[in-house]
């Protein structure tokens, strides 16, 4: 029987008994981080020497990654750390990184500290697609077996059909949302279909910013961005860890394009034909997000942090928005500056 609000059990005692049962111990600190898919804390131990240290740990959702999804997820993040490309990877403990506690599935990482990167510096933008082309140039070895692709039925069609099935879009707005989506995922589909057979790789599947911590240079260590958070890594086209990257209007993304891109070709070719796919996989976003937010609703913790997402005027703003997404893939696709 699938447990309604599975998190409801996730106490704090759960919490620091999962990690002292590895054999950590645990100080009493205990801090939650912001997430809302899985739940993961920061949590203070005790190292050999006495002194204070920090781990994180990852509590997955249950029901939604099988073993072997997670154990693939692990294994791209400890192959980057082999090939010295700063992502931050599970800690093993007997040869496991997949941990079992009071029925929740754990992970535990070394905490890595760092500020939001500043992406509107053309340096740090050249940086950055230096780093995505490292962990393309390792993604591209080999395809992942179990995890899923990046695909219209799972970001634009079902999705559609969680939201319908809720209920969540009012009455009196439910036609227009329903032609505008119905249009986009037409026009995502037409997109997919003129570019033909796509070449996928393992792709870290979120990079924004949020997933980016800059450190500054200390000492002899030098400083510069690491990524967290490979929970959403599938196959995908190289171009989806890209796009995340721009913003502001189309010649500001221009300019941010050919920095990124600049960096990223001194480790992995791009194709650029994967630019026309841009405005679609945006336009995916833009619809799973709608129906991951309905999926979770009934998660205490979702009404909570998104009451907004239950009001006429949210709906009203994704209905412009995805008739700007219907506009915007009619566009040619962007240039790199």
């Not at 049962?21 to 203070?44: F, I, P, T, W």
Request: hydrophobic share 40%; glycine share 8%; charged share 25%.
């Amino acid at each position: 029987m699938t447990d309604t609000h599975p998190y409801s059990r996730l106490t704090p005692d759960v919490v620091l008994n999962a990690l002292e049962s590895v054999g950590l111990r645990c100080d009493g600190r205990l801090l939650a981080l912001n997430s809302y898919e899985n739940r993961v804390y920061q949590v203070g131990i005790e190292r050999d020497d006495g002194e204070p240290a920090l781990v994180v740990a990852k509590f997955y959702r249950p029901a939604r990654w099988s073993d072997d999804d997670i154990l693939e997820e692990h294994g791209f993040a400890l192959e980057l750390a082999e090939a010295e490309i700063p992502m931050v990877a599970p800690l093993a403990f007997d040869g496991r990184t997949l941990l079992q506690a009071e029925g929740f599935r754990v992970a535990i990482y070394p905490r890595r500290g760092g500020r939001a990167p500043e992406m509107d510096d053309p340096q740090t933008q050249e940086w950055i697609g230096r780093f995505i082309g490292r962990i393309h140039a390792v993604g591209a070895r080999a395809p992942y077996r179990h995890r899923p692709h990046l695909d219209l039925q799972s970001f634009a069609e079902e999705p559609r059909e969680l939201v319908i099935a809720g209920g969540f879009v009012p009455e009196d707005i439910r036609p227009a949302w329903k032609t505008a989506i119905d249009l986009a995922i037409d026009a995502v589909r037409a997109a997919f279909g003129r570019f033909g057979e796509l070449h996928e790789i393992r792709v870290h599947g979120d990079a924004h910013a949020g997933n980016i911590l800059w450190t500054p240079s200390t000492g002899n260590a030098p400083g510069g961005p690491h990524f967290v958070d490979l929970d959403d890594s599938r196959m995908a086209p190289s171009i989806q860890d890209l796009w995340l990257l721009l913003s502001g209007d189309r010649a500001s993304m221009e300019q941010q394009l050919g920095k990124v891109l600049h960096g990223y070709e001194d480790f992995r070719e791009f194709d650029d034909r994967e630019l026309a796919l841009l405005e679609p996989l945006r336009t995916l976003r833009l619809i799973h997000y709608q129906g991951w937010l309905a999926r979770r609703w009934d998660d205490p913790a979702f009404p909570i942090a998104f009451p907004w997402f239950n009001t006429p005027r949210y709906w009203q703003d994704r209905v412009l928005e995805l008739r700007e997404q219907i506009a915007a893939m009619q566009e040619p696709p962007l240039r790199p500056a």
